[in-house]
């Protein structure tokens, strides 16, 4: 079965930067979506943005746009999440998924990702 690993989280001053990796192993052919879905104490699942395996169309939630990207390294099944000019709204644990289908809508839905990385902590001090 299809496993992701995350790292790259830890404690950060608000304005700093962080990147998050999720390492895939076992990948079907089939996923088609990797994306990144972050929850706070108290507070629901939220998306916070996805990328295309194959062609690397890339989607972001409006809290996080323009502040954090999504990319990957299909050489080393590899999905990014650079995090710049964090805030302390931006303290979480943050969770890589993966999804079957290389979705046009449907990326910002947690319930559309068949698999789930262990979430790693992201702690932004103000």
């Known amino acids: 079965q299809m496993q992701l690993v995350e790292s790259g989280g830890g404690l950060v001053q608000a304005g700093g930067s962080l990147r998050l990796a999720c390492v895939a192993s076992?990948?079907?052919?089939?996923?088609?979506?990797m994306g990144w879905f972050r929850q706070a104490p108290g507070k629901e699942r939220e998306f916070v943005g996805a990328?295309?395996?194959?062609?690397?169309?890339?989607h972001y939630a409006d809290s996080v746009k323009g502040r954090f990207t999504v990319s990957r390294d299909t050489a080393k099944n590899t999905v990014y999440l650079q995090m710049d000019s964090l805030k302390p709204e931006d303290t979480a644990v943050y969770y890589c998924?993966?999804?079957?289908?290389?979705?046009?809508?449907?990326?910002?839905?947690?319930?559309?990702?068949?698999?789930w990385g262990q979430g790693t902590q992201v702690t932004v001090s103000s």
């Open positions: 990328i295309r395996w194959v062609l690397p169309i890339t």
């Open positions: 076992g990948r079907p052919s089939s996923v088609g979506t």
């Open positions: 998924a993966a999804d079957r289908q290389a979705r046009y809508s449907g990326y910002d839905w947690a319930d559309n990702y068949d698999y």
